[in-house]
């Protein structure tokens, strides 16, 4: 698979460090599946949609996932070291997989003290540097804890650029995230739906259900040679209930579209058919889209701009067209549309 395919140039300046204000204020580029291309708002999707089309959201909840503490001296001839953790992947009631650093400086048996009476011993360090930590609470009161003491993860291409703080505790949240955190990244096209808007779309008669996928760190790494020739990405717990299920098979069959708000709602949906019809899921995800693969779930697509190279441009490339894709990139480009996270979003009609 050659990766030069999926590249382009995006002047720094385009990565939005901050989100529009209000969050629907921002722009939307409609791309339709014969190139054509309009320059709109986020609060012109009605215009775009018809009554009976349902959005589909991922309503999972983003936790304050990055950390500081401070590494004790391992005996009392060493030092304490300040130690920045990013939580990947929760492995049981007390114990995260995490990324840190300096991780060449840590080591299984050591302590970590994040707060007040917050600390985690390292259990383990794989051969990737990722580490374990178990912390010594568990369940709710580590929930309260990270609450606490803890940060929103930004994207590295944010963090370089500046620390997160108590706006983003809003700003990098959905308004209509459920109770069950377990997200270390936002699903960001659904950033862009506030209240204002939702009801605004409600009274279009354009409906929404959701389904939940908890995002990791993985969206923004680079692609692995091991995934391209496997053709299956990092896994991701994902559900879809027989309910939801149930209503979006009677959509299609109504003649209306199925619109997944974000690409974590669409592998979510693309990993959940069977036989043409979306069926109830519980359970992990590795699904890989790209040009080539066929979706099956999807009608159209609201989206945020993603990174050259990487699997969520070579998914949005399997559903319009990589040539289509290239040039509403760069039209996005000229036009100054602000990429990534907290930038504007695409709309992509097939």
């Not at 360090?125 to 580490?131: R, S, V, Y």
């Not at 096209?189 to 929404?208: D, Q, V």
């Not at 997944?260 to 995800?285: C, D, F, M």
């Amino acid at each position: 698979m050659d990766l030069s395919a999926y590249a382009f140039d995006l002047p720094e300046a385009l990565i939005a460090l901050r989100p529009a204000e209000p969050q629907d204020a921002a722009r939307l580029l409609v791309v339709h599946g014969d190139g054509r291309l309009e320059d709109a708002g986020v609060r012109d999707l009605p215009r775009y949609l018809a009554a009976g089309d349902t959005l589909v959201f991922n309503d999972t909840r983003v936790i304050p996932a990055a950390l500081k503490g401070t590494r004790l001296a391992r005996d009392s001839s060493g030092s304490n070291i300040a130690v920045d953790a990013n939580l990947v992947e929760r492995m049981g009631p007390s114990e995260w997989r995490a990324l840190a650093r300096p991780g060449k400086r840590l080591k299984p048996g050591d302590r970590i003290i994040f707060g007040e009476g917050f600390e985690a011993k390292v259990t383990g360090k794989a051969e990737t540097g990722e580490i374990t930590l178990d912390f010594n609470v568990e369940g709710e009161a580590l929930d309260l804890a990270l609450d606490a003491f803890g940060a929103m993860p930004l994207p590295p291409y944010i963090a370089r650029r500046r620390a997160a703080d108590g706006k983003d505790r809003e700003t990098y949240q959905t308004s209509f995230a459920g109770e069950d955190a377990q997200s270390v990244a936002a699903p960001t096209a659904g950033l862009h739906f506030t209240p204002r808007l939702r009801e605004e779309l409600a009274a279009a008669g354009i409906l929404n259900e959701t389904v939940r996928l908890h995002v990791g760190l993985g969206t923004f790494s680079p692609l692995k040679e091991s995934q391209l020739e496997s053709g299956r990405l990092h896994e991701e717990w994902r559900r879809v209930s027989p309910e939801v299920a149930a209503r979006l098979n009677a959509v299609r069959e109504g003649g209306k579209r199925i619109v997944p708000v974000g690409t974590t709602a669409l592998r979510t949906l693309e990993s959940s058919v069977e036989g043409g019809r979306i069926v109830p899921t519980v359970g992990p995800t590795d699904i890989f889209l790209k040009p080539g693969d066929r979706l099956q779930a999807t009608d159209a697509l609201v989206t945020n701009f993603h990174l050259p190279e990487s699997s969520l441009f070579m998914l949005v490339c399997a559903l319009m067209g990589t040539d289509v894709m290239q040039a509403a990139y760069a039209h996005a480009i000229k036009q100054e549309y602000r990429f990534y996270s907290y930038g504007d979003a695409c709309l992509l009609l097939p």
